[in-house]
């Protein structure tokens, strides 16, 4: 989270907080020192841009390892930016995971050796790997889908069915899409002589249509996905998967990626897993999923324990195939 004075334009980092009554932030403040006055705290998109501050880090000038103590890390951290908090301008990329006290960065650490420093790790996204054709799943920004190599075939398509899609979206797999398609400044489809462009949006993530907010917290039921950013695309089509009664409950989030640009598992489905990147899973914890791997299935249908494995215990003996 951000704080800044009311009538200053300038943020700060949120670091940690100490009491009930103090926060540590970053970059020290800039302005004149000012008592008494009015603040606004302002919250980073759940599940997307966090801040993790656990314990404390070491980094080594030179080294590619920084050193935890008391920081519960995990592989889950692979593919996000790792700073000092006093110095958050100069960011590493956490290359791979060795233990809860050990990540490897890149580049190397080009600063004076430091030990058990304030830092944080930030959940930007990659966008090239996203968009990568040799994704499981996808929205089809760089081809269509008929070109992702790795994605499992059914009724001789990867993506889904026409019957699945509204206009203009039923020539899956051969479609493709722009940035715009899915992002924009208004909240319906474009309005001639409205602002439009990525420059800011009253919805989070900057959702076009007229659900915009309504991602990715709807629940399974007909009147949820009914009012859900999906269906300004989508039909409810996903069988069983969707409309089973004890499954109206559940939220998209419980079952798929919450940045849905693309995914290594097929129908964007978000695993409980510690190998999956917590930035795809809400709140950034893995824990809120309620799928451990699943079997794509090739004729449509799904089968309660053939091709779901779950952690609610109503599908433990389903397949281990597709894992992150």
Request: glycine residues 10%; hydrophobic residues 35%; charged residues 10%.
């Amino acid at each position: 989270m951000y704080i800044g004075c009311s009538n200053d334009t300038r943020l700060s980092v949120i670091t940690n907080v100490l009491d009930g009554t103090n926060l540590a932030i970053s970059p020290a403040f800039s302005n004149t020192t000012a008592a008494a006055q009015n603040y606004v705290i302002y919250n980073v998109t759940a599940g997307l841009t966090p801040i993790f501050t656990n314990g404390t880090a070491s980094f080594t000038n030179n080294g590619n390892i920084v050193a935890g103590s008391g920081t519960g890390w995990s592989s889950g951290l692979v593919g996000l930016w790792i700073y000092l908090t006093n110095n958050p301008a100069v960011t590493y990329k956490i290359i791979a995971f060795n233990s809860a006290t050990s990540l490897k960065i890149s580049p190397a650490f080009a600063g004076t050796t430091t030990t058990a420093q304030g830092y944080a790790i930030s959940g930007d996204t990659d966008l090239a790997q996203e968009f990568s054709p040799f994704n499981k799943s996808g929205h089809p920004i760089v081809t269509g889908l008929d070109n992702y190599s790795n994605s499992i075939v059914i009724a001789t398509k990867r993506g889904l069915l026409a019957t699945a899609m509204k206009a203009p979206w039923t020539n899956v797999g051969v479609q493709t899409m722009l940035c715009s398609d899915c992002h924009d400044t208004t909240t319906t489809n474009y309005v001639p002589g409205a602002a439009q462009g990525p420059h800011g949006s009253a919805y989070q993530f900057m959702l076009r249509g007229p659900n915009g907010n309504n991602w990715p917290n709807m629940t399974n039921n007909a009147v949820g996905f009914d009012n859900s950013w999906c269906a300004n695309c989508h039909l409810n089509s996903a069988g069983v998967g969707h409309t089973r009664s004890n499954h109206s409950s559940a939220r998209c989030y419980t079952c798929h990626i919450i940045v849905p640009h693309g995914g290594k598992i097929s129908r964007l489905i978000a695993l409980n897993s510690p190998n999956m990147p917590a930035r795809y899973a809400w709140t950034n914890n893995v824990s809120s999923v309620g799928l451990v791997s699943i079997l794509k299935a090739t004729t449509g249908g799904y089968s309660e324990n053939g091709n779901c494995k779950t952690t609610c215990g109503h599908h433990g003996s389903g397949p281990v195939n597709e894992t992150w």
